[in-house]
């Protein structure tokens, strides 16, 4: 069964800091992984999609690798900002129609 | 385009009581996924249906719970006889295409069980 789990589980940076979100998963025939932000009381919102074949994916101050073989995937949060503060969660799926997805990183940005 | 929409945003029953999750996918959308969020947990995929068809509920728990995907209106995620481990969120989340890369959530429904 897949696991996913996400380090820290919570982080506390000063704005403008360059970050990193790790995640991990214990079995690496994935289909895709997606990184998704989570505001308190609101739904999921997506920020990158890697698939299996992809390495990395970039978007805007945002950048994910993905190591299959290793089972790892790192979130690259450049310049930070007090608006990037949220719980950024991982998600990974095999070939079926679920996401398996990690507890997440708690991510604040102190202005 | 509305997103995917759920309601009620937040619910509130006693144990014992019935709770329905009301999720309208987006416009377009036949293909609709219910996860779970438990406190300090992550989400748990619980089940995943196409119009009229369960299609995957190895995440459901096997009693009380029960969930359907109508013709017509949204999908509807039914407890019955709420207990307090029922407390949690709720999530939909809607896709156009059988693939699951293009999972839209919607804003979920917090319950919580006296």
């Known amino acids: 069964k897949q696991e996913v789990t996400q380090i820290p589980a919570a982080l506390s940076v000063p704005e403008g800091e360059n970050l990193v979100l790790n995640c991990s998963f214990t079995?690496?025939?994935?289909?895709?992984l997606q990184w998704f932000r989570q505001d308190p009381g609101k739904g999921l919102t997506s920020l990158l999609l890697?698939?299996?074949?992809?390495r990395e994916q970039t978007s805007g101050r945002l950048n994910a690798s993905l190591d299959k073989s290793s089972g790892r995937s790192t979130l690259y949060i450049a310049a930070s900002q007090p608006g990037d503060s949220a719980t950024y969660l991982c998600a990974v799926s095999n070939t079926g129609n679920q996401f398996y997805f990690g507890t997440g990183t708690s991510l604040t940005v102190i202005p | 385009n509305a997103g995917v929409m759920q309601n009620p945003r937040h619910l509130v029953r006693r144990r014992g009581q019935e709770a329905r999750l009301r999720c309208s996918p987006m416009?377009?959308?036949?293909?609709v996924y219910w996860y779970r969020q438990l406190p300090e947990e992550g989400l748990k995929f619980m089940v995943y249906l196409q119009k009229e068809n369960i299609i995957d509920e190895s995440g459901m728990p096997k009693e009380r719970f029960s969930a359907e995907f109508p013709k017509e209106g949204p999908s509807i995620l039914r407890i019955q006889q709420v207990v307090r481990g029922d407390s949690a969120a709720y999530f939909c989340?809607?896709?156009?295409?059988?693939?699951?890369?293009?999972?839209?959530f919607g804003p979920g429904t917090r319950l919580l069980v006296l």
């Open positions: 890697i698939q299996s074949s992809q």
């Open positions: 416009k377009g959308h036949s293909h």
């Open positions: 989340a809607s896709s156009p295409i059988e693939t699951i890369q293009t999972q839209y």
């Open positions: 079995d690496s025939a994935i289909y895709n």
